[in-house]
Each structure stands twice: as structure tokens, then as C-alpha cells.
């Protein structure tokens, strides 16, 4: 699918934006599933090589251009969920230290939000855990930022470093993304069961949403469900798709 058709009827910023990355890109679209209405309520968009190649080839062209490449990749991804009729929630990962200016960056996705016709309350923008680790304070306010102009944000990869606890004293998402590290296998180890169960009491007297990505197996899955974990992502779902958005088979709801 192309998806550069009417490129050129954008605004001249988003423009700039995008031909200021001399390298193609993709996407693949994997989605996020509520187990209690057995809906997709999210796509992640992951990025992708022009031809669905790893997303390694494509970093190893960014070189430090990593600022506009994070402007470019939140406006082809909005781009490639509106022409692909998406009218489900849209995660966008943000990149290390691309997001850090602020202004210009929330500018362009607010007008690529307006240009492609998606709503800005449908974007979650993810950030690593270890990220915070980089420079804590300022990563936190320009999070907040992006809260008050009506994003959703998420912390991905949670449970991989030792700020995870920190964040939520300071900063509450509206999603906790479980790292692989913590899922998998959870059903058969009962120390990362422990430290699952505090995290999603913690996430519930915060208002946070848990969710459980990296799930490949019916018994992760079956074992997290039972713990009152209702939002999934992975494999034992659906695989991502390049430049398209998969289907969740019913019967995968079972437990």
C-alpha cells in the first residue's frame, strides 16, 4: 500500500519534516486487547525498513538525526492509522531523547493529528522506563505536557529498571506496560507472580491501566487473566503486521 499519496497537500511544516529524513520507513501494526470486552482498543505502531524490514536496518540510517526522525515517525504513523481507517487508540513510541524539544514536537503532531483527521485523545506516546533514567526531571515535565494537551501516555518495558516505583510517586500514565522479562513464564514462577500482583495493586489505587505485553503463551495469558490483568499484548494475540491492521481470533479469549 502507498501510503506518500497526497504528500504534498500538507502543511509546509510537516513537510519539512519529512523530507528532512533522506532514508524510507515503515510501520507494523500489532494490537492491545481488553480480555473483559474482548475488543481491540489499541494499535502500537512498530517501526518498520520500507519492505518490513527489521526496525535495526532503519536506526542504523538515523545517525543524529534522532529528533527529526521522532517527528517523522509520530507523523507517518498517524498518517498510515488514518488512511488505514483505524478508529481504535494509536501507541507511538517515543524515541530517546527525540522528544526532548518539546514545543516543535507536540506543534507537528498536533498538526499532523488535524491534517490526517485522527483525534489527539486516540494517541498514546510510550516511553521506557530507562529512559527516565536519562534525565529524570525534565523527561517527567515534558510527559505531563503531553498529558495536559489530551495524549494518553503509557510506560513501556516496566519492571526492567529501578525507577519503575519513582515514576508512579511522580508521574501517573494512563497505562503500565509489563515488560517480557517480568511475563514470561509467569505461570510457573511464582516470585515474578508476587511482584505482578503488587504492581497491579499499586496500578489499581492509582487509576493506572496494567497491561501485560509479550504474552506468546495460553498459560502466561490464562495465569495473568486470573489476577485480574485485563489488557494484553503479544504474539499468543496476534503478530504485528506490516502496513496493515490484524485480526484477534474470539476464541483466544478463552480460559
Not at 503463551?217 to 504485528?240: I, M, N
Request: hydrophobic share 40%; charged share 20%; aromatic share 12%.
Amino acid at each position: 500500500m502507498e501510503f506518500n499519496r497526497g504528500i504534498n497537500n500538507l502543511s509546509d511544516d510537516i513537510l519539512a519534516i519529512m523530507r528532512g529524513v533522506d532514508f524510507e520507513f515503515s510501520f507494523a501494526f500489532q494490537p492491545i486487547v481488553n480480555a473483559d470486552t474482548r475488543e481491540i482498543i489499541s494499535f502500537e505502531a512498530l517501526v518498520r525498513g520500507p519492505n518490513g524490514e527489521p526496525s535495526t536496518d532503519v536506526f542504523s540510517h538515523v545517525g543524529e538525526n534522532l529528533y527529526g526522525f521522532d517527528q517523522a515517525c509520530r507523523i507517518k504513523a498517524i498518517h498510515m492509522a488514518s488512511r488505514l481507517k483505524l478508529r481504535k487508540n494509536l501507541n507511538i513510541n517515543l524515541l530517546p531523547f527525540g522528544s526532548y524539544q518539546t514545543g516543535m514536537n507536540i506543534r507537528a503532531t498536533l498538526r499532523a493529528s488535524e491534517n490526517f483527521g485522527f483525534p489527539i485523545q486516540n494517541i498514546v506516546f510510550e516511553v521506557t522506563e530507562s529512559e527516565m533514567l536519562t534525565d529524570h526531571r525534565r523527561l517527567i515535565d515534558i510527559i505531563k505536557m503531553y498529558q495536559e494537551f489530551g495524549f494518553q501516555t503509557a510506560i513501556d518495558d516496566f519492571g526492567t529498571g529501578y525507577s519503575g516505583l519513582k515514576l508512579l510517586v511522580e508521574y501517573q500514565p494512563s497505562y503500565v506496560k509489563l515488560d517480557r522479562h517480568l511475563i514470561a513464564d509467569i505461570h510457573a514462577n511464582e516470585i515474578k507472580q508476587t511482584v505482578v500482583q503488587g504492581i497491579g495493586f499499586i496500578c489499581k489505587k492509582l487509576g493506572v491501566g496494567l497491561m501485560a505485553e509479550g504474552v506468546e503463551k495460553f498459560e502466561e495469558y490464562s495465569w495473568l487473566r486470573g489476577t485480574g490483568v485485563s489488557l494484553f499484548q503479544g504474539y499468543y494475540f496476534a503478530e504485528p503486521a506490516f502496513e496493515a491492521l490484524p485480526e484477534v481470533a474470539a476464541g483466544l479469549f478463552s480460559s
